[in-house]
């Protein structure tokens, strides 16, 4: 998943903070089934939220989804169709260039957070929850 805002966002769910900055690129990734889609669909309304999601200083979590697009935030869903001739490493390098800022979802909560030359020179996050 890749974000893109017009303003800073902090999604809070228990005791974690994904934060993005306005103009910010961050790539959310993990594996299949670890939460990415639903934390998306948690931004954008779909899912009912356990915690608190700031959109420009604003609590957004509870509103319609139609009152959150009108705010400026949108939801793509993934397909597997998008991009389909590259690879899982082909994608994650594509990541890797575009993003400041990398968040690694594993068993529905966020287990890195760091620069693309952070998680480069850590092997181990990679192949534990990348398969990379």
Not at 10 to 29: A, C, M, P, Y
Not at 46 to 73: C, D, F, M, N, T
Request: hydrophobic residues 40%.
């Amino acid at each position: 998943m890749l974000f893109v805002l017009q303003g800073k966002m902090r999604f809070k769910h228990s005791d974690q903070d994904l934060v993005l900055n306005e103009g910010e690129i961050v790539s959310l990734l993990g594996r299949n089934g670890v939460g990415r889609s639903t934390t998306c669909k948690t931004i954008m309304g779909l899912v009912s939220p356990k915690g608190s999601i700031l959109y420009q200083g604003h609590e957004i979590a509870g509103l319609k989804p139609h009152l959150i697009a009108r705010r400026g935030i949108g939801f793509v869903p993934e397909d597997r169709w998008i991009f389909p001739g590259l690879t899982v490493q082909q994608k994650l390098n594509i990541a890797l260039k575009i993003s400041q800022r990398l968040y690694i979802m594993g068993h529905g909560r966020i287990v890195f957070e760091g620069s693309p030359d952070d998680l480069k020179a850590d092997e181990s996050i990679r192949r534990e929850w990348l398969e990379v």
